[in-house]
């Protein structure tokens, strides 16, 4: 594949990060990420870091390979300086490969991991403090999908305690996928709170 719609990317990149499937099965489960690293921009695979090592592992004890993942960013090109992806070359990635790949693998699940992916599908008002681990229903482009937005591992290699909170959004992730958490919210009467139950 090639691309050349955001010149600064273009000029710095090494190799574009395309997605890859992660299990045996076709995907249920897309896996959206920032952008690529340095690792990533060297070996031409997503997710392939300190980082994404840890990202991996998260899949792999919570099952979630078996049902076929999908792991992808929202810009397949590394920014120079490790910065965070410019609107536009958000805009043009999303566009351009995101779209058409969602629409391509129909998923079920869609798993947001940071900040910005999570903006992507939920809106520019999406709070990775607040709303990250709770699995909710979304229609993206004509699809319609549960969304489950969780902590980015990068964040947790600085700071142990968003790695805890990054490893119980994967746990919740993996049991909506598994059936064992409903991913429909009922409301809380009396704290007038949206909660999540187990299914029975």
């Known amino acids: 594949m090639t691309c050349n719609l955001c010149p600064e990317l273009v000029a710095s990149r090494k190799k574009i ?9 076709l995907p249920s489960i897309v896996l959206i990420g920032e952008a690529p690293g340095v690792q990533e921009n060297l070996t031409g695979r997503p997710f392939v870091g300190v980082s994404g090592d840890e990202l991996r592992h998260a899949l792999r004890m919570n099952g979630l390979p078996r049902f076929g993942v999908y792991i992808t960013n929202v810009c397949l090109c590394h920014p120079p300086g490790n910065r965070d992806p410019k609107t536009q070359e958000i805009k043009n990635c999303v566009e351009a490969h995101l779209i058409p790949k969602l629409q391509e693998v129909q998923p079920q699940w869609v798993i947001t991991v940071g900040k910005i992916a999570g903006q992507v599908l ?5 709070s990775i403090e607040l709303e990250h681990g709770i699995p909710r229903p979304a229609f993206f482009q004509g699809l319609s999908f549960i969304h489950i937005p969780v902590y980015h591992p990068a964040a947790g290699l600085h700071d ?41």
């Open 17 to 25: 990060v395309n997605g890859e499937l992660f299990g045996d099965a």
């Open 122 to 126: 939920a809106g520019p008002k999406f």
């Open 160 to 200: 142990p305690s968003k790695m805890i909170l990054f490893l119980g959004d994967m746990t919740t992730a993996g049991n909506v996928v598994k059936g064992k958490v409903s991913p429909y919210p009922v409301v809380d009467e009396f704290a007038g709170k949206e909660k999540y139950e187990e299914a029975l």
